[in-house]
């Protein structure tokens, strides 16, 4: 994000996101633009989602707070 807080995203083989993990480090880009690596011991926030055959969301799990 804007803030430097990294989050990332996975996609099924149809592009449905399927997993999102929010880091609590700060992250800055590589020179080069690329996103950085997640630190060692920074554990994300894991939301998962799940989806029919029909490409419909089914549910989403999200992380107790």
Same mark, same amino acid.
Request: proline share 6%; net charge negative.
């Given at each position: 994000?804007?803030?430097?807080?990294?989050? /990332?995203?996975?996609?099924?083989?149809?592009?449905?996101?399927?997993?999102?993990?929010?880091?609590?480090?700060?992250?800055?880009?590589?020179?080069?633009?690329?996103? %950085?690596? %997640?630190?060692?011991?920074?554990?994300?926030?894991? /939301?998962?989602?799940?989806?029919?055959?029909?490409?419909?969301?089914?549910?989403?799990?999200? %992380?107790?707070?």
């Amino acid at each position: 994000t804007r803030e430097g807080f990294l989050t /990332t995203f996975e996609y099924d083989n149809v592009g449905n996101e399927t997993v999102v993990s929010e880091y609590d480090g700060r992250y800055a880009l590589a020179v080069d633009g690329s996103i %950085p690596s %997640p630190k060692s011991g920074d554990t994300p926030r894991v /939301t998962e989602n799940t989806y029919n055959a029909l490409n419909q969301l089914e549910s989403t799990t999200e %992380p107790v707070v």
